[in-house]
DNA sequence: TAAATCACTTGTATTTTGCAAGCTAACCAG
DNA sequence: CTGGTTAGCTTGCAAAATACAAGTGATTTA
């Protein structure tokens, strides 16, 4: 009970991300930001039927891990803007790996194009999703 | 109401694949059996203090999605073991890649040998793991 | 200035998870 | 073959997380 946040239950690498990662929402909420240049509370809240409340939760745990930052917009100062950090661009490679493995087993919605892509031309496919979510930033 | 399962929330292969993999330890779960060469129930349940009866329905869960299979222990009538199917190997990628990010933001526990390979040297890598979690299907 | 929008907040109900204990079948030692 | 131990669960209950519905305050738009 100690500290302000819980300690994590291991130093397993994969524990510990999935202590920030490993709920229903979480990476719902990063695939929006990192793949889906929806970047706004209501964009996020629009996509899947995540409640607010959780929506809020989540990206409040992200940015105190410095995976995401909240950006006030500077055209409408009701809108807040959540973007990637460095950390949070090299998510990329998990969302896609979860994604090729969906569509093979799970679900066959991607667009043909970009899954042919992800398993035959990986890397430049990453660098160009990491461009493209990095450029959004302003 | 009509399926023995809940429906995913979305037909997007992230969102689907977490309907199943979206948990604190379903991965954790599958870590153990994919690279941690742990197979019985109780090896998997001394590994991380996951409860009994969560362990009891994962297992459950990723048999009935195809992901792992369940085998009587020949030389032991009360063991049992959780072996991969082909599309339980095929989220080592997903693994590798959780592994690889949480050591560099959340953790510094991976054998340093382990994680230049997975960086450097993707591809044969992966190749070795599946076909050690593969070897021991017996 | 009134209505709409955005990003939350606040209850409250439901679901999921954790914890401790018990239970059954299979093995093992004497 | 008997008694103790182990493996793999199951059960009951408490605690925590999540969903749902409604409301709030600060903008912005008409």
Redesign the interface.
């Known amino acids: 009970m100690p500290s302000g946040k819980d300690m994590?239950?291991?130093?397993?690498?994969?524990?510990?991300?999935?202590?920030?990662?490993?709920?229903?929402?979480t990476?719902?909420v990063l695939?929006d930001v990192l793949l889906g240049q929806r970047r706004t509370f209501s964009e996020i809240a629009a996509d899947?039927?995540i409640a607010t409340n959780t929506l809020t939760d989540r990206l409040e745990r992200l940015i105190e891990?410095?995976v995401l930052e909240r950006r006030r917009d500077p055209r409408d100062g009701r809108s807040r803007r959540y973007v990637p950090t460095e950390?949070g661009l090299?998510?990329i490679?998990?969302?896609?790996?979860?994604?090729?493995?969906?569509?093979?087993?799970?679900?066959?919605?991607?667009p043909a194009e970009l899954l042919a892509r992800a398993v035959g031309d990986r890397d430049a496919l990453l660098a160009e999703l990491v461009e493209r979510a990095r450029d959004s930033d302003d």
Request: charged share 20%.
């Open positions: 994590p239950r291991s130093n397993c690498p994969i524990a510990c991300a999935l202590d920030l990662l490993g709920d229903r929402w990476l719902v695939r899947e039927g891990a410095g950390s090299e998510l490679p998990v969302l896609i790996e979860l994604m090729v493995w969906g569509n093979k087993y799970m679900s066959r919605t991607v």
